[in-house]
């Protein structure tokens, strides 16, 4: 914004170009992590077919379930037939429900993002304010405070918390559930949005306490700045400084943070979900892995790295949009 | 995860002859609580740890399919009921050639399925040989190795031959769900003759049902079922104390129950269960080849202690593989006693007074590391050293069931009747007594149920004698409930739920 129109031309085209760089890395990464996943998976001991089988079956049916699911076929064979999967936008059947494996991760997204993003919402919504408030009067009794408190926040367990929220709530004032998913969804938006109210203040309370010390510490950069003292001492308000020169630098880092925190919590949810019984990305993954389904567990970490991806260049473009400087850079922000 | 092991009686027998009583819904034992006025729109809320895999018990369903559906949704020609005997259900009649070689049934009248097409005997073999295909994953499916041939020779009578006898042909037929041969999607959709049809199933979350209006028989006492999945005991408690559901099908979590015990809205029943917790040796292998290691190793083992610390007051000692709700059951406790003393007696005989080291194959979820723990510490004061080698499902299935390599392990085996392994020298714990194969094998042949008891008791009364196996405990079988509710099975045999009596007041 105080930037002069000649620099503008070239900052956009810098932007163009970082664009460009930025989603060929991102197609790479992508293709790499895939292959990463399909050959990790294939080391782990075991066979799938002993999830579908119980203690009874023959040796027969035991070849006949490998042969069925076709565990029994070599590597790069299985590996191709996954990435011609891929290609058509197919992530294969389970091999223990046999059941399309996309659809699924459809419906668990349903649980799994609004969760993330109301989580992170809530969480910025307590974090921006306090850990600027933290940083302002970081000399003062609430500072020392708030700061003990995000310390402490980050040591408490995420599952510990939500069974207090739980006991406290949904045991002793019976005011929200205790957990579940109405079954038919957000076609009753009300119940899915109480459904998810304990779960989204368990996530949003682990991830703010977090959040308040990077905004803590980016608006204690701010606040010792120079450029904040000249703008002061040409006769700026604080508020005003703080505005329009503060806030844009404090928000590099923290929007990195804010990228890293956010694809954390798309996975990390497993433990919510399961404290919660939520019907989530998280869980689902968990499940698979137990059985060895690889077509599951391939594919939930394929669309989440997906998101991560794409949730890592959304931050690299927000901090270039917010600071031209780092447009020349493909990767990292400030610090 | 909790991977059960139904250990199946393949080559079982059941009292038919005796048990075999009018069919009915509506028989089974019914929870004590007072019936009286009863909501019959009601809609009752089932909380569950085991949801389906999917929905087809050929095709890798698991217990949850078993507990949702069986019974509910799907019919078989016979059915077991909660207290364990098994009635006529869509057989209305059915002889058996003196040879005891050819069964021949006849349907009931007016039975449609869910989509409406009427019952016929093609869908009944249609059925039957869904069970027995090679491409079938129903842990059932040896028990019908026997079966010959299928005959329709009119559309309401079946004749099924055998190639040798079985009494329990008829037992192991109620496990044969009954499906449209014309259904399609079966591991998604159903259409089966119950009492319910398929609602809405939400993988990860719910599984609902709804009363079948075209039902043949009484129809159910509730409009609706919804099962519930949860896959932390905690979350499901929670989910009874906050009235999300209004019965747990099966208590899993023995500290809670005192939250319940104490609420006058809730009741616990103990039910009896057929889950029996093994230490199983492996009989082939030194040391646990002879027997009176393996005596020694029972002897010094406190079950009592062992049971108590698991769970309180809950669940019975058997002494053997054989529960009380088996009809070869007897008290076989003291053939092994609690005595340190004769056991080390019994090591010295067998020639380890100083006791030895072995390696116990414990799966990674309770009780199974709790059982290795205290296991450890009881034959630590015998001299043995026990090295615990936690493993998680899959690798037991396939290091100690398929491929026999162990010293000795920790498994729960859930079904009844299953003593029948003990005549199977290949079974992974490679018991092998030639006359104990023998008694199994003429059990199987019998003419009479009374044989057949009179058989199998003896099996019971070797395998103990031998120390087959330490059986450790029977667990108990808790179905905590609502007040509100009355009608719901108590006894889960075989993981089974039936919802269609259950009254919600």
Redesign the interface.
């Known amino acids: 914004m105080v930037d002069i129109p000649a620099s503008v031309d070239r900052s956009s085209s810098l932007m163009i170009s970082y664009l460009l760089r930025r989603l060929a890395f991102l197609a790479g990464s992508l293709f790499l992590a895939g292959v990463v996943i399909f050959l990790l998976l294939r080391l782990l ?3 799938p077919a ?13 070849a ?2 490998r042969h ?1 699911i076709g565990s029994d076929r070599p590597l790069p064979e299985q590996f191709v037939t996954w990435l011609g999967q891929l290609a058509t936008f197919d992530l294969g059947n389970s091999f ?4 399309p494996v996309g659809p ?1 991760i459809t ?2 997204l349903d649980v799994t993002v609004p969760l993330t993003l109301l989580s992170f919402l809530l969480a910025v919504v307590i974090a921006v304010p306090v850990g600027f408030v933290a940083a302002r009067r970081s000399a003062t009794w609430y500072g020392t405070l708030i700061n003990g408190i995000s310390q402490l926040g980050i040591a408490v367990p995420v599952f510990w918390i939500g ?1 207090i929220l ?1 006991t406290v709530f ?2 002793r004032l ?1 005011v929200l ?5 109405p ?1 038919d ?1 957000w076609a009753l938006p009300g119940e899915a949005l109480t459904s998810l109210a304990l779960p989204v203040i368990t996530v949003a309370l682990v991830m703010s306490a977090s959040l308040v010390r990077y905004v803590r510490s980016a608006a204690l950069d701010v606040l010792g700045s120079d450029y904040l003292r000249t703008a002061r001492a040409l006769g700026s308000s604080f508020n005003r400084a703080m505005w329009r020169h503060g806030m844009r630098n404090g928000a590099v880092p923290v929007v990195s943070v804010l990228g890293i925190e956010l694809a954390t919590t798309l996975l990390g949810a497993v433990v919510v979900e ?4 939520l ?2 990305l998280g ?2 993954l ?2 698979a892995v ?3 389904d690889y077509p599951t567990v391939q594919g939930v970490l394929f669309v989440s790295t997906f998101a991560v991806l794409v949730i890592g260049f959304l931050s690299d473009v927000a901090q270039r949009l917010i600071d031209p400087r780092l447009r020349g850079r493909l990767s990292g922000g400030a610090r | 995860m909790r991977k059960s092991v139904p250990l199946l009686g393949g080559t079982l027998a059941v009292t038919l002859s005796l048990a075999l009583t009018a069919c009915g819904s509506g028989t089974d034992s019914k929870s004590s609580a007072p019936s009286g006025s009863y909501d019959k729109n009601a809609t009752v809320g089932v909380g569950s740890l085991y949801e389906p895999q999917n929905l087809d018990n050929t095709g890798g369903g698991g217990q949850g399919v078993t507990e949702a559906l069986n019974g509910n949704v799907y019919e078989g020609l016979f059915r077991l009921t909660d207290t364990g005997e098994v009635e006529k259900q869509l057989a209305k009649d059915y002889t058996v050639s003196p040879d005891g070689l050819t069964y021949t049934f006849t349907l009931r009248d007016g039975v449609t399925f869910h989509s409406g097409k009427k019952l016929t005997s093609a869908d009944v073999k249609y059925s039957i040989e869904k069970v027995t295909a090679e491409n079938s994953q129903s842990a059932r499916k040896s028990s019908f190795d026997m079966i010959k041939s299928i005959a329709t020779p009119d559309p309401a009578t079946v004749e099924v031959t055998l190639s040798s006898k079985s009494i329990s042909f008829v037992y192991n037929l109620s496990y044969v769900w009954i499906v449209n041969s014309e259904a399609k999607d079966l591991k998604t959709s159903e259409d089966g003759s119950g009492p319910y049809k398929l609602d809405k199933w939400t993988r990860g979350s719910a599984l609902s049902l709804e009363r079948y209006a075209g039902y043949w028989g009484t129809p159910a006492t509730n409009e609706k079922v919804v099962f519930h999945y949860y896959k932390d005991a905690t979350a499901l408690n929670n989910a009874l104390l906050t009235n999300a559901v209004d019965v747990v099908t099966s208590e899993q979590s023995p500290d809670a129950l005192d939250q319940f015990k104490s609420n006058p809205a809730y009741k616990v029943n103990d039910g009896k269960s057929t889950t029996k917790l093994l230490l199983a040796f492996n009989d082939k292998v030194k040391p646990f080849d002879n027997v009176k290691v393996r005596k020694a190793v029972s002897s010094a083992i406190d079950n009592k202690k062992l049971l108590q610390s698991v769970w309180g007051d809950h669940g019975t000692l058997i002494g053997s593989m054989v529960p009380p709700t088996d009809p070869w059951y007897e008290d076989l406790t003291q053939v092994n006693p609690y005595d340190v003393t004769l056991a080390k007696k019994q090591l010295a005989d067998a020639g380890y007074a100083k006791g030895f080291d072995f390696t116990l194959d414990t799966p990674n979820y309770d009780p199974h590391p709790t059982a290795a723990t205290f296991i450890k510490s009881e034959l630590a004061k015998v001299g043995i050293n026990v090295k615990i080698n936690i493993i998680t499902p899959d690798e037991w299935y396939t290091k100690v069931y398929k491929n026999h390599d162990f010293s000795a392990t920790l498994q729960e085996h859930v079904n009844d009747r299953d003593i029948v392994w003990y005549g199977d020298p290949d079974f992974y714990w490679g018991y092998d007594d030639k006359q104990v194969s023998e008694w199994v094998k003429q059990a199987e042949q019998s003419d009479t149920t009374d044989e057949q008891t009179a058989l199998l008791k003896k099996v019971n009364n070797q395998i103990a004698q031998d120390a087959a196996s330490d059986w450790l405990y029977l667990y108990p079988q808790i179905v905590v409930a609502s007040t509100k509710l009355s009608g719901y099975p108590l006894n889960g045999l075989n993981s089974q739920f039936y919802a269609y009596g259950i009254k919600k007041s």
């Not at chain 1, 002993?50 to 035991?62: H, Y």
């Not at chain 1, 223990?96 to 059941?99: A, G, R």
């Open positions: 001991p075991g066979d002993n999830s579908l089988l119980s203690v009874g079956a023959t040796p027969e049916q035991i006949a379930a069925e223990i429900s046999s059941l699924e419906s668990r069974m739980i949904a045991l019976g559930p205790a957990g579940g998913f079954q969804g399961t404290v919660f019984a019907p989530g869980s689902l968990a499940q137990a059985q060895h």
